[in-house]
């Protein structure tokens, strides 16, 4: 079964210290994988994934297939970045996305 | 474009009334999907339509939900005889295209308290 696991519910980390956000999905084929971010009175908004292997607001994520995580990373934390973390997964030939519990990241000044 | 729509942003019931979501998707959009998320849980996909279509419905409970996405019109997702578990957001995502690398955009969802 497809399944996303967020093992924190919420980290708190102080401004300018690295950030990482744990993400391991469970899937026997090739994912495609997500972070979605909700920042405080805005909608759901996809951050990242894994295939543009781009750098979006500081923030990086390797899929590492042998230990089947997708982790969220940011160097130095900023204020800004304190929100909701969704990591999401969509199976091969499948539309919808599985997403996980989600982590809550508040910055302290 | 004002980005994928849902409304009502609150709704509340009693227990058996019926409830209606209504979700009108990005312009150009002709996919919608369903997303229910419960008190601390992550979103829980329920249904995936197509203009006048159900793709998949895996997610949907088998008694009092429903969904459509008429050829005119918002989707809706149909709520009959709510109970106390209905109670949770519901997120309506939509995309442009079919297909697992097409971004899903996601409206502000509608919270629904059962009384």
């Known amino acids: 079964a497809q399944r996303v696991t967020q093992p924190e519910k919420l980290l708190s980390v102080f401004k300018g210290a690295p950030v990482e956000l744990k993400c391991n999905y469970s899937y026997s084929g090739s994912p495609e994988l997500f972070w979605y971010v909700q920042y405080s009175r805005q909608r759901l908004q996809l951050l990242l994934r894994h295939i543009s292997r781009e750098s979006i607001k500081g923030f990086t994520a390797d899929l590492n297939k042998g230990e089947t995580s997708f982790h969220l990373k940011k160097p130095f934390a900023q204020e800004e970045d304190s929100a909701m973390y969704y990591c999401a997964l969509s199976a091969h030939r499948d539309d919808k996305i599985i997403f996980g519990k989600g982590t809550r990241l508040h910055i302290l000044p | 474009n004002a980005g994928v729509m849902q409304n009502p942003r609150h709704l509340v019931r009693r227990r058996g009334q019926e409830a209606r979501l209504r979700c009108s998707p990005m312009k150009g959009h002709s996919h919608v999907y369903w997303y229910r998320q419960l008190p601390e849980e992550g979103l829980k996909f329920m249904v995936y339509?197509?203009?006048?279509?159900?793709?998949?419905e895996s997610g949907m409970p088998k008694e009092r939900f429903s969904a459509e996405f008429p050829k005119e019109g918002p989707s809706i997702l149909r709520i009959q005889q709510v109970v106390r578990g209905d109670s949770a957001a519901y997120f309506c995502a939509s995309s442009l295209e079919q297909g697992r690398f097409q971004p899903q955009h996601f409206g502000d969802g509608t919270r629904l308290s059962i009384l």
């Open positions: 339509l197509q203009k006048e279509n159900i793709i998949d």
